[in-house]
């Protein structure tokens, strides 16, 4: 694995880093090694966050933590992605393509102003045709609880969107 590692408000220390490439450098039982790993450490006030991102063929895998310690968000996050990939392993991995991303034994392995709306941020993305199920997928990893996505098959873009119950809906458009 590769990791691309970078800090906001924070200087990324030779500690830092091995700390970073020790504890999510267990992860590499599950990826291949030219996946890339990115890593972004960030400082605001007392609150020490780390966001992880591993783009894994079409799908995303992702996870952030926030705690007073930096040390301590490293530990957090490497547990919540392999609980994840734990988790989501056999629709991940059996989905298609994806299989690719993946070494063959994980492969392989059974397992202010309240009146006005003000937007304050935009965010832009590829959107790539997938069916709703894997949208679901999709959203989990990413830890959201929505989705939007282009149904491979209506050739409309829908969105996905948890639900109480651990259930999930799909909004689609009526013309």
Do not use: W
């Amino acid at each position: 694995m590769r990791f691309i590692i970078t800090g906001r408000n924070i200087d990324i220390t030779e500690g830092l880093k091995a700390a970073v490439q020790d504890k999510l450098g267990k992860l590499e039982k599950f990826f291949n090694e030219d996946t890339e790993v990115h890593v972004t450490l960030s400082v605001e006030k007392e609150r020490q966050k780390i966001e992880v991102t591993i783009p894994v063929k079409g799908n995303i895998i992702r996870a952030e933590e926030v705690s007073s310690d930096m040390y301590v968000s490293i530990d957090l996050v490497e547990e919540i992605i392999e609980r994840q990939l734990k988790k989501y392993k056999n629709k991940i991995v059996d989905s298609k393509h994806n299989a690719g991303a993946f070494t063959p034994e994980y492969a392989e392995a059974d397992i202010d102003d309240d009146t006005e709306i003000k937007i304050i941020r935009t965010k832009k993305f590829g959107i790539k045709p997938m069916d709703p199920e894997e949208a679901c997928i999709q959203m989990e990893l990413l830890g959201h609880n929505f989705y939007v996505f282009f149904n491979s098959e209506t050739d409309q873009v829908n969105v996905v969107y948890k639900r109480k119950g651990n259930t999930y809906g799909l909004i689609e458009p009526e013309f």
